[in-house]
């Protein structure tokens, strides 16, 4: 491993951020892609209802964007504006959907998501699916916060405290009543 990998493995985002507009040097904007392509990934997953081939080039599309905007924005949090630009692309993208030459979004095709023991089709997949985000999204905002952070963007707990300021403690308790307020919801949906 050379030397100039090794800084950059250990340097912050911001500095690999500000190295980058010094220089102009794309390995160091590639190395924020490798942190952060992960977690974008997962996040344009959600978005699009699992479709690997939407959420890869959605994801792709978020670092070439931030590529060219990067000189010129002023950006705090790497991560959070990098979720930002992925979520208005994806936006675009779904917009882009909607208006095909039937007037309908494509469907998606089947997947095989198991649910509770059953394998659920293309059609029930994205209703289970938009049923469990309308549920995350009418939970309080500490709990929907801590889920969306933990079960999308895959965050640990004290990634999670960082990122809102929780302590770890109110984190596992948030995520504790989440999932457990969520399974409430689902069973009393399915029963009622």
Not at 4 to 23: H, W
Not at 119 to 147: F, M, P, S, W
Not at 166 to 191: D, H, I, P
């Amino acid at each position: 491993m050379s030397d100039n990998v090794r800084m950059r493995d250990e340097q912050s985002d911001d500095e690999l951020l500000a190295e980058f507009r010094r220089t102009g040097d794309g390995e160091h904007f590639g190395e924020l892609f490798r942190r952060h392509r992960p977690r974008l990934y997962q996040r344009c997953l959600w978005f699009f209802n699992g479709d690997r081939a939407l959420a890869e080039e959605t994801a792709q599309d978020t670092f070439v964007r931030a590529l060219e905007k990067a000189p010129h924005v002023a950006v705090e949090n790497i991560q959070a504006w990098l979720y930002e630009v992925a979520k208005n692309l994806a936006i675009d993208k779904l917009r882009q959907l909607k208006v095909s030459a039937t007037g309908r979004a494509p469907e998606v095709p089947p997947t095989g998501l198991r649910v509770g023991g059953t394998t659920l089709e293309a059609q029930e997949k994205t209703a289970y699916l938009q049923e469990l985000r309308d549920l995350i999204n009418g939970l309080g905002e500490k709990q929907r916060v801590c889920l969306k952070l933990a079960y999308v963007d895959g965050c640990r707990y004290e990634e999670i405290g960082r990122l809102t300021g929780y302590s770890e403690k109110e984190v596992k308790s948030a995520l504790q009543a989440g999932r457990e307020n969520l399974k409430k919801k689902l069973q009393s949906g399915r029963q009622g």
